[in-house]
């Protein structure tokens, strides 16, 4: 599928984009009323995609696009960044007696985001929030803490509304976009002051894991966890795998699974060693978020 850098007015009003994005940018001499204005967002074409190939086909959809768009700023000329986004949507899984046909939703898109960026050496977090092409309490813009929270993109589900727009034979899409040009320039940076530019040798010592089940306040986010326990050196990684409100949970509450991965690049890591850092963690998540272990 090829998607053009043009499109229509009528079209990219189907994603439904901020008030606060820049005006669109009228061509003067557009080759056809198809491709009269510059696109502001890669959303209007991933999402043509999707609904091209649920027509056809019924099992797992996951696309991808890189490319650039044009926001007209009021002076100079328009200004060009390179985006990237991605979408899935049907089941997970294709046809197998051992995996499951579940919808793809908002946390294959987020684990996609976590993936790459994490592969060139950034942790990003996402915070809940609101845009208008995505569904309420279904959305997480996404951040960089290492530089100053720079805001990177936003991940979620369609909203039904825009979705309807493009007549799609399924009943989800997530999707994410990132701004590419912001992405590079954090790595930039990071390599100039000597940060997480530079390669580090593997760690060939064995790792542990331990899971833990906390009682969180419901309006506390999974990812704020996972930032408190990453602080320490000795977390190579936090996971969340479960996530639960209702029966059993007290009211105003949700219950979170995190599975902590412990390393040490020099030492292998004793049961004691462990279980110190654990409860180091765990302060700290009493403290910050009001976390309980789970009974």
């Known amino acids: ?35 009269a204005v510059m696109r502001r967002t890669l959303r209007e074409g991933i999402l043509m ?3 091209r190939n649920s027509r056809t086909w019924r099992g797992p959809i996951a696309v991808f696009e890189t490319g650039r768009v044009f926001l007209d700023h009021g002076e100079g000329l328009p200004e060009e960044r390179q985006m990237a986004t991605g979408a899935f949507a049907g089941p997970r899984n294709d046809l197998h007696w051992d995996l499951s046909r579940d919808s793809s939703d908002f946390y294959d898109a987020k684990g ?15 915070e809940p929030g609101e845009d208008s092409t995505f569904a309420i309490g279904r959305t997480a813009i996404v951040k960089v803490p290492a ?9 979620g589900e369609i909203s039904t509304d825009v979705l309807s727009q493009f007549d799609a034979e399924v009943d989800k899409v997530a999707l994410f976009e990132i701004d590419l040009q912001a ?6 940076g ?11 040798e593997f760690v060939r010592l064995p ?28 977390v190579a990684s936090a996971t969340v795998f479960d996530l639960f409100e209702g029966k059993g949970v007290p009211a105003g509450k949700k219950a979170v699974a995190v599975r902590l991965v412990y390393q040490s690049p020099n030492k292998t890591l004793t049961a004691e060693q462990i279980g110190k850092i654990e409860h180091q963690i765990l302060n700290q998540l ?9 009974a």
Do not use: C, W
Not at 112 to 126: C, D, I, K, T
């Open 1 to 35: 599928t090829i998607n053009y850098s043009a499109t229509t007015s009528e079209g990219e009003a189907r994603v439904s984009l901020d008030e606060s994005v820049a005006p669109q940018i009228n061509l003067r001499n557009p080759i056809s009323s198809d491709f």
């Open 112 to 126: 996609a985001v976590e993936s790459v960026l994490g592969n060139l050496g950034l942790s990003p977090v996402f």
């Open 183 to 188: 992405v590079l320039n954090i790595i930039s």
């Open 207 to 234: 790792a542990s894991h331990r899971d833990l089940s906390l009682i969180i306040e419901a309006q506390s986010t999974a990812g704020e966890i996972v930032e408190i326990a990453q602080r320490n050196r000795i």
């Open 190 to 200: 990071s390599m100039q002051s000597g940060g997480n530019g530079k390669f580090e």
């Open 286 to 294: 009493k403290k910050e978020l009001g976390a309980e272990l789970r």
């Open 147 to 155: 530089a100053n929270h720079a805001v990177i993109g936003v991940v």
């Open 49 to 51: 995609t999707v609904a």
